[in-house]
Every structure is written in structure tokens, then in C-alpha cells.
């Protein structure tokens, strides 16, 4: 017997840790049939047992009034936040019983109390009172026996489970009685069928049911009935299984039934995120472990968690839910801010910095670099907080905005953003920005854009959206303000003209834009005036820039900056970050000092605190003047001297008087950081299963994570399909080493130096002669629309037999550099992938492919490129004697039209050159950059329309113009938003004409700059560039003259007013 | 057009050749000359990051050392073959001689390229390098310096190697290396300086004073920087300097006609000789195109900055007034625009003279490390003052005395001087 009280006991105890109200109620039976006991005894019993069996044990106490006696807990006192049930005998009250909590709790069913709970207090209201009515009838009755003390269930113990649950929660009876006669019917109880059909229409006890399968009014199945075929389903459970079975079963139950209110509220699409936050913080504080979830009810909860919170693309579920805890939204919603009824989720970044901590944190154990990262302080607002706003401030006109012509929307921008600062945002909204101030304090922040859009797969809004800096100074109201301002700017950019027209491109305009904001503090210390991270970059897990053969595509890259990270985000073109690849940190992109101090970090991105600006400032004299307070500059510089460029030991640098050279020579070799990153790279793109991009800063102690996302390719560097089928006439060359990622369109003409030719020459005079000529080609050919092919390497200096002498300034107008390696003998030479101006490459993305034609499985069109008509003596006549060892090629007039695309793509290591209609989709690699062509196409085609308008409109007899052509981009239709329309006008006028014309044409030439403005947001100081020619230049072919009537790239003649009468 | 590839090699033979013919020098000396006296070829297998093993090709050439101890850098190239390193060992030999230093030339090479190595790799490329030749260099035989993708690094790296298996300090092995790790001070502005003093004996010996020059620099780096400033001491003044804006991608030169101002212009000057263009207007600098420097209205013209940036077609831009041109450049003249100069007789100071500086710096760090006893900059630049001014008379003497173009007598000199020593020594 003492055993089976032991099973009682066993039961009722894991009852206390999962169904406290049973166990309570259980309790309180128990202490009021003990009829050892005196009343007071059982009363302070009662207000025992009480506070556990409520929600919040530690802030629950009680109190029983009877007549003029008081029972209560130590911690009792009067509360707002309580309730009460009356105690009676015979029907008459003779007290109460109340229950409270001592401090605010959620909101549920009545004031922070659940209706169970009230339930339950009236039970024991009316055990007390039947105890006490007991007990009255014994004191007058003496010696008779009482009766009414329950007796367990046909004296099983799990009788005295059902009996609980009975009186207590009847749908939960009902909803294990279903389980269990599922149970019976796989373990195959005959019985349990016909108990099972009886059971299918009323297992919805608490709703009405929905489904009218006949004509006929259902019959409403009433409570006890339902009570009644529970207790025939446990009777044939009796029959069937053991005691122990049925009690295990019972109990794991029951356990899953803990966490139905939650998955409940999550199910149902109407329920706003205050209730799905109130809901788990009660699961939270209920101190429910997931662990005592069954592995689906979990699964199921963590996805719908992920899905309302997060994002509802199946990647990305597919990944978190196998990362976060419940507990992890538990923390997420208390720096959730949301309009009141919102339904939004934290959006692309939040998502993506959310689970990649997450990741990091599972898996930190695994790897000792991982341990130390860290994720700076953030603050969600939702997507729909941006809806709030525009329907809150009646702007919903802005959501058509999108639909508008894109210089349209260019003109209105300004207003939209001025609107937008000067509306309000809803009450909770600010309550909620309060709230984050506080919990921020005083540190500067970053307001980032989140959006739904943002980060996507396959679409990378790098930079379209806004991200604002606030010094985040002032008093709570100041601070407050400036964040409101910024987040309203950042709403407003998704109105832009810029993300406007990448989603037309991109047939993604439909897609409802929700903009949610993070709210980050950022990382940094205070140092002097400014506030800034000691080093800050970006980190992707694919390198597709190597500067050397030795390093692979998957040993990734680090664009590694002092100060805040935005120099590394973007390509400045005019400064350099250090670039490292994790997996061979001892390659490095510039290999002598002097490559090294060219390619140099030379500015700081800081913000300063005084006057609450982000600023630029130059990282010398910053170092010079704040490098002793900057932690960890040490790690960041190494010191030249007398042509010598080494890393400083630590405490041995003079910041005011040495001459610093950011390096992170320090950082680099004597801490983990590479390592960490390394680390952090990898096992992000190992569990995310896509190569990632990351952002990261660091105040000089610990590396904090900002932002990470799949690695989505930029326009320039996404693969490239190569085709299979290419004809032999229209390949020219492919390759299938060292290739990286990218397509590069629309090649007219290809400047090739013959390698054989070039290590022909007499002369070292002759080489450098063919330096020159292509820097001449360089300037002539238009820009990003030739190739450059030569020997070896280029930008040789010294013995410059291995490639043609150029600098940057000789190429920078190339859409692509190409290497040509051809073997003599048995030796392949190296090429130089760049390097002697690899990062200006990089940060102007001139794209580089090494041919090695000598190589089995390669082709090289050498008659193509060597026998096609030679443009060069006719473009730069004065390299002419050059012609054998320099091709100009003219793409389109040598191969009908065509144009040459270079596709390279990475993950095959392959990449091709081949000739194809530049206006043919079907001929142009499939569903690549379509939109952008015709986009590019709309950049010449009102160009050419806006010359020929000029032409109509120009009065040759008032300005003495005799013809007016049209040369260059705008003519050969490869003008892009930046170009220029370029003119020739034959003049023969009187110098006041020439004022006159010049102005005219200064007029047109503003105008179109405003509307090109319009068009593509490029400023430029005007559109057109008018050169003038005279009868005499016309005479000798001399100047632009030479271009009319010529045999290749002719001007085109312009159709003037109609009022030429001469 | 030949189909002969143009080889460095040949071309320095047929440079030795011309003069050789000239001195009228016996057959066995120019056939010892034309080619090195000693080549070392041998392989480096060198252990990499990965634990793999790579076997490197390396040179050492010796060209002459008649005169003293080989002298000279040590390149890694992707690209090196031995006709360079043979053709570079020969014009260290004259380099030195013309400078009249105590020492013969050599050049040594590794085919690779620092891009595609870590340090550490090439940290172990330097010393497999030393462990084979270590026999055959030191400071008694041969003297490595830094050169093409080399550093002071790299020597540092080598003369420690050089050091651990001799079992003693020889810091006179190794030149180029840091200050304070056996360098020599004075090394910045010997070679700027170094031109100046051969250009102030040019103007002495064309009876100008310094004070009543002006001049033109093309370039604004290391050389041209303490040129400036050495000229406007001894009195001279320099009217406009040119150089690179990395920005637009192309040279400006700055003009200021009564004198640019040497501590103005290096305060907004980066540190690769860019001078702001903004912040030079706003100190009252004409902004004019790169092209500019050569077309000005000076007396010396000083290009140091790139090679054959004197070329044919803008040779005729140089204005009548400019007496004498120093090349403070490598090559900066091409031989068309080197052949105009000649007819219109100015005076060029040839760059193998004007700037060797730099190598005679090399050698008094050389005798400083062999003592182990290390200058004050006074003493190393007094010292270079006279070395220069002493070069630079034999080669003025031996243009006049001869009737030579002065890159015609320097030659000439240098190829006499090693000559000469080898028949002294009986070799030929």
C-alpha cells in the first residue's frame, strides 16, 4: 500500500510541476479531509498550497476571512490586483477567500488572473465550505460518520487525475479522453471504434461546430453527455491497458497540453503581436521548460514563432527553426516595438542578425573564436510600424508612388522626405521609442532600414534603403526627436527613386513594401570628440576579387576599415580598405611598402559628438591627435621609417610624431581576429547553407556581429550561365582557370596586344610606345564598353617584356583587364591577376579574367582577333607603326552587329567571350540583366531623340551653322545615364554668333542635365559636349572633323530647321 | 622590324660594345666585360604555409669585382630570367665605377612574386636564398641589396641567416637594411641631395651662380622633395613643380614664378608626392597641366619622376633659356629627345651620375656596418658631398678633355675605371 501512496505521490508531484492547479486543488482536498487536523490548521494549510497553484507563485499570496478571524500569507497585503470568492455554508456566506499578486502582471482573462484560476478559487471556496460544514455537522452530530469526502475513482490512482480534471478543466478531460481513444484504437481495442464514432462530433466541445455537413440543425452536444463518454473511454482504457500505461500516458498528455494556449494564439492569423508577446511571456513566466514539449509541439511553435516574427520564406524558416528557443522570442519581444493590433515582423536585417547570433551561440562551444562574439544592443520596430505611420498621418497616397514615371518620382522625393519628417508617429510607437531610448542610454545609434524586400534572396538592397547615425546626445526629448526624425527619413526612402527603380528592374514593385527599423546602439568608444569602433568591415564568404591563384573562392574576404564600417561597405574609388582572405591571411593584395601605402586606408568615418554629425575625417591627423585614446590602435598601424614599414610592438608608438600607416598588421597577426572570422565565415555558411555577407565592428576589445545576409551577388558579379551550344564563329575566347563571377556586356570593340607580337619587339622603346598607345586607346574608346587582352602582365614596370607598362590612369576606362598566358616551351607564364593595381580594379570594378590558350578545353579565336579590320592607325594615327602588335577591333561592324559578352561564372570555373545580338533576348543568356538593357537602351534612345529635337530647332542662318552631327555614346547607342551627348557643329559664323550659339547650346545642354537628373539621379554640369569644327578642319580631316564621313564610328549627320535656306 | 625579341642583355652588351670600341679595348677585356665573371644559379625548396614544399629558381650574378666587393639588389619577380639580372649586374658595375666607389656590380633575382607568397614563406624564400650562395657573398666578396619587391625586411631577414651560419655579426653582408638594424641614416635624401651637388658643379663649371637660377622639377616624390630643398640652400630658386593627382588620374604641375615655397607645398603634399590641388590654389600655386613643367622659362630642368618623360615630340617644348637638365629620374630622356639635346649642346647630367646617390649612400653603409660604427646624417651627407662633387669632376673632365656629350664621358669613365683594374690586376 505504501507503494501505491509512493505512485500517488509520484503523480501528484510531477502534477505540482506541470498542472499546479490540479495539484493545488489536490492539496487542498487533502489537507481539508484530514480530519486530524483543527480548522485553523487546515485554513493556514489552504493559504499555503494557494500561491503555487497560481501563475506567478512568487508574487502570490492569500487570505481567508471567516467571520471575525483572519488566515493570510506573510506577504499579504491589500493589491489592486486580486480575487475573491465567497465562502458558504448552507448557502449563506460566512467569508471569502481572496488571492493577489503583489506586483503587475500581463493582462489575461480578469486583470492578470486566468478564468481557470477563478475556477479553481471557487472550488476551494467551496471545499472550505463544505469542510467547514463538515466539520459543523461532526461537532452536532457527534460520532456520526461523514461521507462526503471523495473517494478516488473506482479506487485507481489515475481515477483521482480525472477526477481533478473533472471539476476543474473540463476540455482538457475531453481533449486527453480524445487521446485516448485514439490510443485504444491503434493499440487496436475493438471497442474503441465505436467509441471513437461517437466521439468525432463532439470533440469541439468549446466551440460551436462550423461544419454543416446536412441541412439539418445539429444536435448540441451538452457537457455531460461529454463527461459521461470520458468516463466510458477510460472504464474500456480500464479493461484494456495497465495501470501503468494509462498513468504515463495520462501524464504525457496532459504535459503537452501546457503549451496549447500558446500555440493556439499563434495559429490563429488575427491575433495581433501584443497578444502572441503577452502570450509567451506568460509561457515564459508560467516557467514552463521546453523541454517537457514533445518534439513536434515544439517544432511547431518555434515555426510559427519564426513565421509571425521573423520571415515566412522557407529558407530562412527551414534554418531558424532548428536555432532559436522559445526563450530567445521571450528576449526578442522585450525590444520589440509595434503599432497597437500590428502584424508585422522585424524584417530582413533583423532576421538575418537574429539567427546568425543565434547560430553563433549554439555552436560557440565548438570553436573558441566563436565564444567571443557578440551582438550589439538592438531594438526591433516592425514592418507595419511604417503602415502605422502613413495611415496614421493620412499619407497613403505615397503607396502609388512606386507606379509613377521613375523622374517623376526622382522630383518628388524631396518632398516626400520633408512630409514624412514632419509627421507624427502614433502613440504607442513613441511610447515604444521611449521605452528603447531608455534601455539605449546615451550611446550613439544606428537606425537601420529592415525591410521585407531587404535581403531576400537572389535581390540584394545593399544601400538602397537608409541607414541613419544619430550622436544620440541631448536631453530625452532632443534624443527622442532625432530618432523620430530618422526613422521617418528611413520610411521615406522606400519611396526613392533609386529602390523604385531597382524593383522595377527586378519585377518586384507589387510586392507590398514593409519597412522595418532596427535600432542598434553602435559599437565604439568615445574618443575625444568623436565616437567611432576602433575597426569596422564587411566579411563575405566567397572571395570573388582573388588577387593570387593561390587563394579560393571559398577562403572568402575581409574589407577591414578603422572607424565605422560604412568606407568598407561602399567602393569609394579614391580610398581603400585593407582587403584579407580568411583562409590565406598571409596572401596579401599589396605586397611591397610602397603598394601598401598606396593602398591605404587614408580616412576615418566617425561620429562627432559635439556637433551630432557623421563626418570624414583623415586618418593621420586623427591618429596623430587621438591615437594614445583609440583602444587597440596599436593593433591597426605599423610605422615607416626610412623606407622601412613595420608593425609597432606594443606601447611603442609615438602617435604624434611617427609616420602611421593603417595596416592592421597588429590585428591581423597577433590577435584571433582572422581567425574568428574564419570561423564566424564558415559556419554561417555551413548552417544557412549560402554564402554569407557580414558586418562587423569592434571597440578595440571585443568583435561585435551587425548585420548579416546570404551573399547576394552584385549586378557585375552574379554567375553567369555559360552556354553549351556556342558556335565556333561566335566564340572568341574561354577559359577555365581562376575565374570569377560576372557578366560583362555589351563590348564593342576589343583592344587586343598581340603576346607574340608584343615579345617580338626590338625595342623596350617600342614596348613602352605600346603602353602609351593603349592609355591613347583608353581615353578615345568609349568608356566600359572595350576590353583590354594582352601578354602577361599588366601594368609591368621594370622588364616590361612580361606585359604591357601602363598604370591605372592608362586603363581605367576598360570594362575588363585579360591576361594572356601563352606557354614557350613547356613553361606557362604567370599572370598577374591584377595586382599591380588590383584594389583600384576592385573598388571600380574593372572586372579580370586570365586566358591561358595554350590550355587543352580551351578556345581562343586567334583569327578573329588578329585578322579583323585594325581600327588603330585610323583612331590614334600616331601609334600607327603599331598595328601588328595592337588590334582595335570594331565588334558590331566586324561580326554583323554583334557585340561580345564576357560570362563568367565562378561555381563552374568557367568562363566564355562570345559574340551576340545585343538587342536579341533569345540569343542573350537567359533571364540575365533583361530589364537592365532595355533600361540602358532608354539612356540613348532619348538621347538621340533630344538631338535630333536640337537639330529641328537650330537655325543655321542665325548661327552661322553649316551641319550639326552626332558622335559618340548617343550615336552608337551605348550611352548610359552618365553620358554625355556629344556634337559636332560646323560653324562658319561671326565670332557674336558663336557667343550666341554657345550659349543657345548652354541653355539645351542645362535643361537635358535636369531632366537626366530626373531620369537616373545622375547630376551631372550639363548633357551636352559640342565641339566645333571650321571649313578649314573639314578641309584637312583635321580635330572632330576627321569623324565625318569616316569609314568607321562616323558622325551622324543631323537633319537642321527647316529654315536652312542656304 | 626585327624578329629578334628585344633582351635586356643584348642591349647592355651592345651599350658596353660602342664605348668599348671607343677606348679601343683589347679583346680579352672586352670578352671578359661583356659577359659576368661568375653566375650562380641554384634552387630554393622552401617549405610553404600548407607544409608543402615549392623549389624556388634562384641568381646570383657577379659582373666584375675588379674594383672591390660585387655590389648589388636582389629581386623577386614572377618574370626573372637571367639575360635581366646578367644586364642589371652590368650597370652596377659602371654605376659604381662611375660614382668611383671601391666596388664591383652583381644582381641576383628569385623567380616569384611576393603577391602569391605570405611573409613567412618569404622569410624562408631569403633564407634558403643565403644558405646557397653563402659561400660566394659577404662583405668581402659580394653585397646584396633591396630591389624590385624586396625590402629592408627581407635584408634584415638575410644578413641574420648570413650571420647564424658564420657564427659571428657581419652587418657589412647586407645593405638597405633599417635604421638602427645596421642602416644608414642620410638614406631618404641621398639621392635627391646627391643630385644637387653634381648639379651645383655643373653650374660652377659653367661659370652660373646657383642664386641666379631658376629651375623646374617634374615630380614631387622622395628625390624630387629634397632636391628642391637642397637647391633653394644653395640659393637657386624653383619655380614650378609637377606631379601625379591620383584623384583625376593624371599629373598637374604648380607654378609659383617667384619661387615655390619647399615647407609650404610639403605640408599638403600626401605621402606619395600629391600635392592638393585645392589647398596649392588657395596658396596662390598656378594649377597648370602636367605637360607644363617642361615648357617653362627656367634654367635647370630637373625631371625626377618617371622614365622618358623627355621624349621626341616634347623635346621642342624645352625653352631656349635651359642650360642644364638633371636626371634625377631613371631614363627620364628617350634617345630621340637625347640626341636633340645634344645638337642644341645642353648640359645633361646623365642619371647613372645624377643619381647615384643612392648606391653611394649603399656603400658608406657598407663601411659603416663593417666597423660597426654609425654616423651622425651630417657626416654621411658631408661625406656623399664629396664623393658626388669628386664623380662628377672626373666625368665633366673627361667630357671636356675628350670632347664628349657628358652620358658619352660617364660611360666612358666608368667602363675605363674597371678596365683599368682588371688589368692592374693582371686578369687580362
Given at each position: ?16 510541476e506541470r498542472?499546479k ?34 501563475q506567478y507563485p512568487d508574487i ?43 506586483e503587475?502582471m500581463p493582462?489575461v ?146 504535459k503537452q497540453d501546457r503549451a496549447s494556449f500558446l500555440v493556439n494564439t499563434l495559429e490563429?492569423?488575427?491575433t495581433?503581436i501584443s497578444e502572441v508577446a503577452d502570450a509567451i511571456q506568460r509561457y515564459q513566466h508560467a516557467g514552463h521548460g521546453e523541454v517537457e514539449l514533445s518534439h513536434s509541439t515544439r517544432k511547431g511553435l518555434l515555426v510559427a514563432l519564426v513565421r509571425r516574427f521573423l520571415s515566412?520564406?522557407?529558407?530562412y524558416i527551414?534554418v531558424a527553426k532548428n536555432y532559436v528557443e522559445i526563450k530567445d522570442f521571450h528576449q526578442l519581444i522585450r525590444r520589440l516595438i509595434y ?6 515582423k522585424t524584417?530582413?536585417?533583423g532576421a538575418g542578425l537574429f539567427l546568425a547570433y543565434q547560430i553563433v551561440q549554439t555552436h560557440k562551444d565548438?570553436?573558441?573564436?566563436l565564444a567571443?562574439i557578440k551582438t550589439p544592443k538592438t531594438w526591433y520596430?516592425t ?52 521605452l528603447?531610448?531608455?534601455d ?247 548552417e ?17 556581429l ?357 | ?428
Open positions: 500500500m505504501a507503494k501505491q501512496d509512493q505512485r500517488v505521490a509520484d503523480i501528484l508531484r510531477s502534477l505540482q498542472a492547479e490540479l495539484n493545488c486543488l489536490y492539496r487542498v482536498e487533502e489537507i481539508t479531509s484530514n480530519e486530524d487536523c483543527s480548522l485553523d490548521e487546515v485554513l493556514n494549510g489552504v493559504i499555503e498550497v494557494i500561491p503555487p497553484g497560481w502570490c499570496a492569500a487570505c481567508i476571512r471567516i467571520n471575525d478571524t483572519v488566515h493570510a500569507s506573510s506577504n499579504f497585503d491589500k493589491s489592486i490586483w486580486s480575487q475573491s470568492a465567497k465562502i458558504k455554508v448552507y448557502g449563506e456566506p460566512i467569508g471569502t477567500i481572496e488571492v493577489v499578486y503583489t503587475k493582462q482573462d480578469e486583470g492578470p488572473f486566468l478564468k481557470e484560476e477563478r475556477k479553481l478559487l471557487e472550488t476551494i471556496a467551496d471545499r472550505i465550505g463544505s469542510c467547514i460544514t463538515h466539520r459543523r455537522l461532526l461537532e452536532t452530530m457527534q460520532g456520526m460518520q461523514g461521507s462526503d469526502r471523495t473517494t478516488p475513482r473506482r479506487g485507481r490512482e489515475w481515477g483521482a487525475i480525472l477526477d481533478l480534471l473533472r471539476r476543474t478543466d473540463q476540455s482538457l478531460l475531453m481533449r486527453v479522453a480524445r487521446k485516448m481513444i485514439n490510443h485504444l484504437c491503434w493499440s487496436g481495442v475493438r471497442d474503441a471504434e465505436r467509441l471513437l464514432q461517437r466521439f468525432g462530433p463532439q470533440q469541439r466541445i468549446d466551440e460551436p461546430d462550423v461544419f454543416l455537413e446536412s441541412n439539418q440543425p445539429r444536435q448540441k452536444n451538452a457537457s455531460p453527455s461529454a463527461t459521461a463518454l470520458a468516463d466510458e473511454v477510460f472504464d474500456l482504457a480500464a479493461a484494456s491497458l495497465s495501470d501503468d500505461e494509462i498513468i504515463s500516458c495520462v501524464h504525457k498528455w496532459i490563429n492569423y488575427h495581433a515566412d520564406q522557407l529558407e527551414n503599432p497597437a493590433r500590428g502584424h508585422g524584417g530582413g536585417k565548438e570553436d573558441k573564436f567571443e520596430l514592418s507595419d510600424g511604417m503602415h502605422d505611420f502613413v495611415y496614421c498621418n493620412h499619407l497613403e497616397d505615397v503607396f502609388s508612388q512606386k507606379y509613377k514615371e521613375i523622374d517623376e518620382v526622382r522630383q518628388e522625393y524631396p518632398d516626400i522626405v520633408q512630409v514624412f519628417k514632419n509627421s507624427q508617429f502614433s502613440a504607442t510607437i513613441v511610447k515604444g521609442l521611449s528603447a531610448l531608455d539605449l542610454g546615451d550611446k550613439p545609434l544606428i537606425v537601420r532600414s529592415s525591410s521585407l524586400l531587404e535581403d531576400r534572396f537572389g535581390a540584394a538592397f545593399s544601400g538602397k534603403y537608409k541607414s541613419l547615425f544619430l550622436a544620440n546626445r541631448g536631453s530625452k526629448q532632443e534624443r527622442l526627436d532625432a530618432l523620430m526624425d530618422a526613422i521617418a527619413e528611413v520610411y521615406a526612402s522606400t519611396f526613392g527613386p533609386d529602390p523604385i527603380q531597382y524593383r522595377a528592374e527586378r519585377n518586384l514593385l507589387d510586392f507590398q513594401e514593409g519597412m522595418g527599423v532596427l535600432i542598434q546602439e553602435v559599437v565604439g568608444t568615445r574618443v575625444g570628440d568623436y565616437y567611432l569602433p576602433a575597426f569596422a568591415g564587411v566579411a563575405f564568404s566567397h572571395n570573388e576579387f582573388r588577387w593570387s591563384p593561390r587563394i579560393k573562392r571559398e577562403d572568402g574576404l575581409v574589407r577591414l576599415v578603422p572607424g565605422l564600417g560604412t568606407r568598407a561597405v561602399d567602393r569609394l574609388g579614391d580610398d581603400y580598405p585593407v582587403l584579407v582572405s580568411p583562409g590565406q591571411p598571409g596572401l596579401r593584395a599589396n605586397a611591397t611598402p610602397e603598394e601598401v601605402m598606396r593602398y591605404a586606408p587614408r580616412f576615418i568615418d566617425v561620429i562627432n559628438l559635439n556637433t551630432n554629425k557623421f563626418e570624414t575625417i583623415g586618418v593621420r591627423e586623427f591618429l596623430q591627435s587621438a591615437g594614445d585614446e583609440l583602444p587597440a590602435a596599436e593593433m591597426l598601424v605599423s610605422v615607416y621609417e626610412e623606407n622601412h614599414l613595420r608593425p609597432p610592438l606594443m606601447g611603442s608608438v609615438n602617435f604624434e610624431r611617427d609616420d602611421l600607416v593603417v595596416t592592421f598588421e597588429g590585428l591581423l597577426n597577433r590577435t584571433p581576429f582572422v581567425k574568428q572570422m574564419h570561423a564566424l565565415l564558415n559556419l554561417l555558411k555551413r544557412v547553407k549560402h554564402p554569407v555577407d557580414i558586418e562587423f565592428a569592434s571597440d578595440g576589445k571585443d568583435l561585435y551587425l548585420q548579416c545576409r546570404a551573399q547576394a551577388p552584385a549586378k557585375s558579379t552574379r554567375p553567369a550561365p555559360i552556354p553549351r551550344d556556342i558556335s565556333h564563329q561566335r566564340l572568341i575566347f574561354s577559359a577555365n582557370r581562376y575565374v570569377s563571377n560576372g557578366i560583362v556586356p555589351n563590348i564593342t570593340h576589343i583592344v587586343y596586344v598581340d603576346p607574340e607580337q608584343y615579345g617580338q619587339l626590338a625595342t623596350r622603346e617600342k614596348m613602352l610606345a605600346v603602353g602609351r598607345a593603349v592609355g591613347r586607346l583608353n581615353k578615345l574608346l568609349p568608356k566600359r564598353q572595350f576590353i583590354l587582352m594582352g601578354p602577361g602582365r599588366w601594368g609591368s614596370r621594370g622588364d616590361i617584356r612580361l606585359g604591357v607598362s601602363v598604370t591605372y590612369s592608362d586603363i581605367n576606362n576598360t570594362a575588363m583587364l585579360v591576361e594572356i598566358a601563352r606557354r614557350t616551351g613547356d613553361y606557362t607564364p604567370d599572370v598577374s591577376f591584377g595586382t599591380h593595381f588590383f584594389q583600384d580594379l576592385v573598388e571600380s570594378e574593372i572586372r579580370y579574367l586570365p586566358l591561358y590558350p595554350d590550355d587543352d578545353d580551351t578556345e581562343f579565336n586567334h583569327i578573329f582577333l588578329t585578322r579583323s579590320p585594325n581600327l588603330l592607325a585610323e583612331i590614334a594615327p600616331e601609334f600607327a607603326e603599331l598595328a601588328d602588335t595592337i588590334k582595335v577591333i570594331d565588334v558590331p561592324q566586324t561580326a554583323n552587329g554583334s557585340v561580345l559578352y564576357v560570362l563568367m561564372n565562378a561555381d563552374l570555373d568557367e568562363a566564355v567571350g562570345v559574340l551576340s545580338e545585343p538587342t536579341s533576348p533569345d540569343q542573350y543568356p537567359a533571364d540575365v540583366e533583361k530589364s537592365a538593357i532595355t533600361h540602358e537602351g532608354a539612356d540613348w534612345r532619348w538621347r538621340t531623340r533630344m538631338a535630333e529635337s536640337i537639330a529641328a530647332k537650330l537655325d543655321p542662318v542665325r548661327f552661322g551653322i553649316k551641319g550639326l552631327y552626332l558622335i559618340g555614346s548617343t550615336k552608337n547607342a551605348t550611352a548610359g545615364p552618365a553620358s554625355d551627348i556629344d556634337l559636332i557643329a560646323h560653324f562658319v559664323g561671326t565670332d557674336e554668333q558663336r557667343r550666341d550659339l554657345e550659349r543657345w547650346f548652354e541653355g539645351w545642354s542645362l535643361s537635358l542635365a535636369e531632366i537626366n537628373f530626373f531620369k537616373s539621379g545622375y547630376r551631372t554640369e550639363g548633357l551636352l559636349d559640342v565641339h566645333f569644327i571650321t571649313d578649314e578642319d573639314v578641309a584637312r580631316g583635321s580635330s572632330y572633323a576627321v569623324k565625318i564621313g569616316a569609314v568607321t564610328d562616323a558622325a551622324r549627320p543631323l537633319k537642321l530647321s527647316e529654315a536652312d535656306s542656304t | 622590324m626585327t624578329n629578334r625579341p628585344f633582351n635586356a642583355f643584348a642591349m647592355a652588351q651592345g651599350q658596353f660594345d660602342k664605348i668599348a670600341d671607343s677606348l679601343s679595348l683589347d679583346q680579352a677585356t672586352k670578352d671578359l666585360l661583356r659577359n659576368p665573371i661568375r653566375e650562380y644559379h641554384f634552387a630554393l625548396p622552401v617549405r610553404m604555409d600548407d607544409g608543402s614544399y615549392k623549389v624556388f629558381q634562384g641568381y646570383r650574378v657577379q659582373h666584375n669585382d675588379a674594383r672591390g666587393p660585387a655590389k648589388g639588389g636582389i629581386r623577386f619577380h614572377p618574370q626573372e630570367t637571367v639575360d635581366t639580372v646578367r644586364a642589371l649586374s652590368m650597370w652596377m658595375t659602371w654605376k659604381c665605377a662611375v660614382a668611383d666607389l671601391p666596388l664591383g656590380g652583381g644582381k641576383g633575382g628569385v623567380i616569384c612574386d611576393p603577391h602569391n607568397l605570405s611573409l613567412n614563406e618569404q622569410q624562408n624564400i631569403c633564407r634558403a636564398y643565403v644558405r646557397q650562395i653563402v659561400r660566394d657573398i659577404g662583405p668581402i666578396r659580394d653585397v646584396p641589396a633591396p630591389d624590385v619587391m624586396t625590402t629592408g625586411q627581407h635584408m634584415l631577414w638575410m644578413v641574420d641567416e648570413y650571420e647564424k651560419i658564420n657564427g659571428g655579426h657581419y652587418p657589412g653582408a647586407i645593405t638597405g637594411k633599417p635604421v638602427g638594424m645596421g642602416g644608414s641614416l642620410g638614406r631618404t635624401e641621398a639621392t635627391g641631395f646627391g643630385l644637387v651637388f653634381a648639379l651645383r658643379e655643373a653650374l660652377k663649371e659653367l661659370d652660373i651662380r646657383p642664386q641666379d637660377t631658376t629651375a623646374c622639377v617634374q615630380g614631387f616624390g622622395n628625390v624630387a622633395q629634397y632636391a628642391v630643398e637642397l637647391y633653394e640652400q644653395i640659393g637657386g630658386t624653383v619655380v614650378a613643380v609637377s606631379c601625379w593627382d591620383q584623384e583625376a588620374q593624371k599629373p598637374h604641375t604648380f607654378r609659383k614664378k617667384d619661387g615655390i615655397n619647399i615647407t609650404e607645398l610639403r605640408g599638403i603634399t600626401d605621402r606619395f608626392g600629391g600635392i592638393s590641388k585645392s589647398k596649392a590654389a588657395e596658396l596662390g600655386y598656378e594649377v597648370l597641366p602636367g605637360e607644363a613643367w617642361i615648357e617653362q622659362d627656367v634654367d635647370i630642368l630637373m625631371p625626377c619622376a618617371l622614365e622618358n618623360s623627355v621624349t621626341e615630340s616634347n623635346v621642342v617644348d624645352v625653352s631656349k633659356r635651359v642650360k642644364i637638365i638633371a636626371e634625377g629620374a631613371n631614363g627620364p630622356t628617350t634617345p630621340e629627345a637625347d640626341h636633340v639635346l645634344r645638337e642644341r649642346g645642353v648640359f645633361v647630367i646623365p642619371d647613372f651620375l645624377a643619381n647615384a646617390g643612392g648606391v653611394t649612400c649603399s656603400y658608406l653603409e657598407q663601411v659603416q656596418s663593417n666597423m660597426n660604427y654609425f654616423w651622425e646624417k651630417d657626416e654621411v651627407l658631408g661625406k656623399l658631398d664629396v664623393m658626388m662633387t669628386s664623380a662628377f669632376v672626373a666625368v665633366s673632365e673627361m667630357a671636356r678633355k675628350r670632347n664628349l656629350y657628358m652620358r658619352d664621358a660617364a660611360y666612358t669613365i666608368a667602363i675605363a675605371r674597371v678596365a683599368q683594374a682588371c688589368k692592374d690586376r693582371g686578369w687580362v
